[in-house]
């Protein structure tokens, strides 16, 4: 007897593999989910800290952070995050520049920018938009804002 699909459900064999090189069952529908590289760039040590630690609890485990725009540009060389949080307000340059910077180096891959501030300047989130940043976030930012945030998919541009 052949079973055929009649209606929108499919069976469940349909829907999962067994990875033939791990064993682990996998969806046939989908490709596996490579995790988020997040890269968390912001001069003020404590608040970086803390959103690294609550992203991290949140099942981000891949996550760095750097204190000056140099050292993110020098941590994103090596590391290749998917995702970069950006504070616009550095002490030692632009976070404007900065993402300029971090999207030359990221020429072959996706690279997500969203933008942290404390200012509530509205021409901020207009020179944020222009500037490539996917979205402008006001600290303290929510870590399930944040994490709902991440796992959407970006907009096409």
């Known amino acids: 007897m052949q079973d055929t699909v009649t209606t929108s459900w499919r069976r469940l064999s349909d829907r999962w593999r067994r990875d033939p090189d791990t064993g682990s069952a996998r969806s046939a529908q989908m490709p596996p989910v490579q995790p988020l590289r997040i890269l968390i ?3 003020d040590i404590s608040s970086s800290g803390s ?10 485990p891949q996550t760095r952070v750097a204190y000056s725009g140099h050292a993110a540009l020098a941590i994103a060389a090596d590391f ?8 616009l307000n550095l002490l030692d340059m632009s976070g404007f520049e900065v993402a300029r910077l971090l999207r030359e180096q990221a020429r072959s891959r996706d690279l997500r920018l969203i ?3 404390s200012s509530f300047e509205h021409e901020g989130h207009e020179l944020a938009r222009v500037a490539g ?11 399930d804002d944040l994490s709902g945030l991440l796992q959407m998919q970006r907009r096409p541009s």
């Open 133 to 143: 940043f996917e979205r402008y976030l006001l600290k303290p930012v929510a870590v």
């Open 80 to 87: 290749q995050p998917s995702v970069v949080l950006l504070e």
């Open 115 to 117: 933008a942290l501030t």
């Open 41 to 43: 760039v912001d001069s």
């Open 51 to 60: 959103l690294e630690l609550k992203l991290q609890a949140s099942g981000y």
